[in-house]
């Protein structure tokens, strides 16, 4: 059975910040690694995906995969409050499909 | 580009009553995901479909859920009966990769409250 773990939050920065999102998964067999953003009431939104060893970046926003210690993580620097969001991490690939985390609460203080 | 389209939006059913939800991907988009979303969890895959094939159906509790693909295009999800615990939010997702592991859109949902 797969599984991504998150840390459910609330994660708490203040303004200007970097916020750091951490994710880890069970099956090394995994190749694909995305991030999603959900704001309250509405349906997730892909930020970034990822699929080789290293760091992926985009705007303000860097994924880091490290498939040797199976972790995937999403930095967001100068962090906004329309950033205050629930932030999904998903895995697929390997031995089984798609699979999402719980995610983690993103709250940024003003 | 238009993005994916889900329908109906809200729906509110008694327990033991039937219940279907519709979703027409992104044009051109081979796989279609449908999902189960609890309130506080992530969403959970149901079934996967790949143009008009099942790729994983593992967590669809057949007893009471089933889909289609028609054409691979558009697709319809029913459950029948429904109980309290289908609550939830149904998501339906498109991805261009017809491996099935690439980047998901998804569309607006259909919340669903058993009652």
């Known amino acids: 059975q797969k599984e991504v773990e998150q840390n459910s939050g609330p994660l708490s920065v203040p303004e200007g910040a970097i916020a750091s999102l951490n994710c880890t998964y069970s099956?090394?067999?995994?190749?694909?690694f995305f991030w999603y953003r959900q704001y309250s009431g509405k349906s997730p939104e892909l930020i970034m995906s990822i699929y080789s060893n290293g760091d992926k970046e985009d705007g303000r926003f860097t994924a880091q995969l490290n498939k040797a210690s199976q972790y995937v993580s999403l930095l967001i620097r100068d962090s906004q409050p329309s950033d205050s969001a629930t932030y999904l991490c998903a895995v697929a690939g390997g031995y089984q499909k798609v699979t999402f985390g719980i995610g983690t609460k993103l709250q940024v203080i003003p | 580009e238009a993005g994916v389209a889900q329908s109906p939006r809200y729906k509110i059913i008694e327990k033991r009553q039937s219940v279907a939800f519709w979703c027409n991907p992104i044009?051109?988009?081979?796989?279609l995901y449908w999902y189960q979303q609890i309130l506080g969890q992530g969403p959970k895959l149901l079934i996967q479909?790949?143009?008009?094939?099942?790729?994983?159906d593992s967590q669809l509790p057949k007893d009471r859920f089933s889909a289609e693909r028609l054409k691979g295009v558009d697709s319809t999800l029913k459950i029948q009966p429904a109980k309290l615990e289908d609550s939830a939010v149904y998501l339906c997702a498109s991805s261009l990769d017809g491996t099935g592991d690439g980047e998901q859109y998804f569309g607006p949902g259909t919340r669903l409250t058993v009652t």
């Open positions: 479909f790949q143009n008009n094939g099942v790729v994983d």
């Open positions: 099956d090394r067999g995994s190749q694909s």
């Open positions: 044009s051109g988009h081979a796989t």
